[in-house]
């Protein structure tokens, strides 16, 4: 598979190759492989969507304002240029996780640090501006108001049911079986009921662990292995289209709530919210998730 990426910079020029290491921040943490070379590397994003220093919120007449405070980091997750997480090794890509484990451990203990966002941007179309393999951590003094959300309905749920909802979603797709495209090693893949895209795809582990951070050693091989094959096989069956890939995790104050469970989405992106998204704030799938599923199933990537 050839990558769609933008090309504006080559390898020639691309700052997260090797022997350019100096054209990017230094490295905060590097993984090695054994003759030395670094396989995996993370460092202070030279572009930060936050400051280090969080000013007082400031207002000028009806308008309130606050500079984003936090760390934003960048982990190269390949020396290879044309490299995807899909193409690496079980044994690399469990690397690559365990500096994502470790630098989500790190961001999320710094004081006033109240959420963490792990993503990657593959291609243009899901934002990237680099070809070469690589995702970001944002440590944030503020909760996203989607995570916000997004923890108000599992907390509520898990009131009402005794239950998390995460798990329980996991279980019923279980019994439906048409949505589940693998399950590995307590491990499971599925595009979820009412997907909010196409192809919408999600890897949730077999334990309820509150966050990333909480992520056993014993578990990033399994993980890794279930995660290449998951994008292989949607690289496969949508011709190779951009990607977001997701970390879903509480607010770091919701990490020991008995709701509390991380898992990753693949969002597949293939062109920008039309007016019917943007208008009512609903989101649209054109392709059912069943089909979504059956098409992941059947790509043959193993």
């Known amino acids: 598979m050839t990558s769609r990426a933008d090309t504006v910079r080559d390898a020639s020029r691309c700052p997260f190759c090797p022997g350019h290491e100096s054209d990017a921040e230094a490295a905060v943490e590097e993984r090695f492989d054994d003759d030395g070379a670094w396989m995996a590397r993370a460092f202070p994003n030279r572009y930060p969507m936050t400051c280090e220093v969080a000013p007082e919120p400031r207002r000028e007449g009806f308008f309130r304002e606050r500079n984003a405070a936090g760390r934003h980091e960048v982990v190269v ?3 290879r240029h044309d490299a995807d997480l899909s193409d690496l090794t079980v044994d690399a890509l469990a690397t690559v996780l365990g500096l994502y484990r470790a630098r989500h451990r ?3 203990a710094l004081d006033d640090v109240r959420c963490v966002l792990l993503f ?3 291609g ?3 934002g990237a501006s680099l070809r070469h393999p690589h995702g970001q951590l944002v440590a944030n003094a503020v909760v996203p108001s989607l995570v916000r959300r997004r923890d108000a309905v599992a907390a509520r749920y898990h009131r009402r049911h005794g239950a998390s909802v995460v798990r329980a979603a996991v ?3 279980l019994e439906a079986g048409t949505r589940v495209v693998a399950s590995r090693d307590g491990f499971v893949t599925l595009c979820p009921y009412a997907s909010s895209r196409s192809f919408e795809t999600w890897v949730v582990p077999p334990a309820p662990w509150g966050n990333f951070g909480a992520t056993p050693d014993d578990a990033l091989v399994p993980l890794a292995s279930m995660l290449g094959e998951t994008l292989r096989r949607v690289r496969h069956a949508t011709g190779d289209a951009d990607y977001n890939l997701l970390l ?3 607010a770091v104050r919701a990490w020991g709530g008995p709701w509390a469970q991380w898992y990753f989405e693949v969002q597949v992106r293939r062109g920008g919210d039309a007016g019917f998204e943007l208008n009512g704030g609903m989101p649209c ?3 059912a998730p069943e089909e979504s599923a059956e098409a992941l ?3 043959d990537v193993l």
Request: zero cysteines; charged letters at 40%; hydrophobic letters at 40%.
């Open 77 to 79: 997750e390949s020396p």
């Open 106 to 108: 790190a961001l999320a």
């Open 120 to 122: 990657k941007n593959r």
């Open 124 to 126: 243009p179309r899901a």
């Open 171 to 173: 279980e019923a797709e």
């Open 248 to 250: 879903r995790e509480p």
């Open 285 to 287: 799938a054109v392709i």
């Open 297 to 299: 199933r059947s790509a």
